[in-house]
């Protein structure tokens, strides 16, 4: 089991940033996959950050590279999303999800088992 809880979400003006955070506890080594997942009435985006925090590996879909970090801090049990240059687009419920699959990190939020309660973000003009 492992349980997720995010912060840091709010409201921002495009260009702005935000620093998402989700505290993992329980078996967080048993799901080495970790990803940011925004929700959006009608929108669907896909996961904008992937990790496999075992292997410290990386994906970012092209609509947010270099503008998105993903990071985790192992001593804090903590995954991080660095959101820089946001736009109006950006603007959703943020979800952190882990799964218990290793190697390449899926990017379907149908293989993800675990969820978190979600962030809000909202990024005006």
């Known amino acids: 089991q492992v349980q997720l809880v995010e912060s840091g979400g709010g409201s921002v003006q495009a260009g702005g940033s935000l620093r998402l955070s989700c505290a993992v506890t329980g078996d967080s080594n048993s799901s080495p996959c970790m990803a940011w997942f925004p929700q959006a009435p009608g929108k669907e985006r896909g996961a904008v950050a992937i990790?496999?925090?075992?292997?410290?590996?990386?994906y970012y879909p092209d609509f947010v590279k270099g503008r998105f970090t993903i990071s985790q801090d192992t001593a804090k049990n903590t995954l991080y999303l660095q959101m820089n240059s946001l736009e109006l687009e950006d603007t959703a419920m943020y979800y952190c999800?882990?799964?218990?699959?290793?190697?390449?990190?899926?990017?379907?939020?149908?293989?993800?088992?675990?969820w978190g309660q979600g962030t809000q973000v909202t990024v005006s003009s």
């Open positions: 990790m496999n925090i075992r292997l410290g590996s990386t």
């Open positions: 999800a882990a799964a218990s699959l290793g190697g390449l990190c899926p990017r379907s939020s149908s293989r993800y088992r675990y």
